[in-house]
């Protein structure tokens, strides 16, 4: 199997866990009084892994100047998992499971096309086209579906 298939089949058991950490992060959120709370122990708890990975492997700590030297907008990428993951605690418990993640996937496909049309941060441009476009106004009628049904 290609490295691309393995890629592939990772990102699709990373989609499945993203509904388990919805009802996880909310039901943390209504254990120790809130979501941002949840989102402090889910950060703490991924922050120790994340060492724990980098020690394992063997991976240096990045040079300070790296770090500093970087344009200011890939620190953007850690505030971003702080939005969903605090959005999940919020907003799984009210809207469910269902409604959350697909409304989740919708923005995200929406957000993809216009980055890939439009190559933002460096990516290959990939044109919207009208049937790319159709399957973003089929998603959104997807959660329109699953929300009212």
């Known amino acids: 199997m290609g490295t691309n298939t ?3 089949f990772a ?3 990373a989609g499945l866990m993203i509904p388990a950490q919805g009802i996880i992060n ?10 941002v709370q949840a989102a402090l122990v889910s950060f ?3 922050f120790i892994a994340l060492v724990a990975l980098n020690l394992a492997l063997r991976h240096p700590i990045p040079p300070a100047a790296a770090v ?12 971003m998992g702080v939005v969903m993951v605090t959005l999940a ?7 469910g499971v269902a409604t959350y993640v697909s409304a989740i996937i919708a923005g995200q496909l929406t957000a993809a096309i216009a980055y890939d ?7 290959a441009v ?17 959660v329109y579906l699953i929300r009212r049904f």
């Open 6 to 8: 393995w890629l592939l």
């Open 44 to 46: 703490g708890v991924g």
């Open 89 to 95: 605690a919020t907003a799984v418990p009210r809207i």
């Open 126 to 142: 990939r044109e919207a086209t009208p049937m790319r476009l159709l399957g973003v106004l089929f998603m959104g009628l997807g």
């Open 68 to 79: 500093a030297g970087a344009p200011p907008w890939v620190w953007i990428g850690g505030l």
């Open 11 to 13: 990102a699709l058991c």
């Open 117 to 123: 049309h439009y190559g933002v941060f460096g990516q």
């Open 26 to 35: 909310g039901r943390l959120a209504s254990l120790i009084g809130g979501p």
